[in-house]
């Protein structure tokens, strides 16, 4: 499985972003999809996953504010980030996880937030 990432980019706070995340090769054996993302000196952490049936989970430092969805048909996840702050500041990685526990990554993209 090969991911794609892209979105990121610069952004004031307050303000939104969008990342989209393709999976390509074996699409068939994933299960999860999600992004996590890794601030300067901080370990890399969840941030949101949505399953192949539509269940969600999120960090709570992003409840309410970033929106998790996935377009099987696609093989797409995307990561709707509104009211950003300073602290969503980080590399963002698109993950997915297979049926049988296997992991996967994309290759980052760059979030930053301004004040």
């Known amino acids: 499985v090969q991911l794609q990432a892209s979105g990121g980019g610069l952004v004031q706070a307050v303000g939104c972003l969008r990342l989209s995340c393709a999976a390509s090769g074996s699409t068939g054996s994933i299960y999860v999809m999600g992004w996590y993302r890794q601030a300067p000196g901080k370990q890399r952490e969840l941030v949101a996953r949505?399953?192949?049936?539509?269940?969600?989970n999120y960090a709570d430092s992003v409840k309410g504010r970033f929106t998790i969805s996935r377009d099987n048909a696609k093989n797409t996840v995307y990561l709707q980030m509104n009211s950003l702050k300073l602290e969503d500041t980080g590399v963002y990685y698109c993950n997915a996880e297979s049926f049988l526990a296997s992991k996967y990554w994309g290759q980052g993209t760059l979030v930053t937030v301004s004040s």
């Open positions: 949505i399953t192949k049936s539509g269940i969600m």
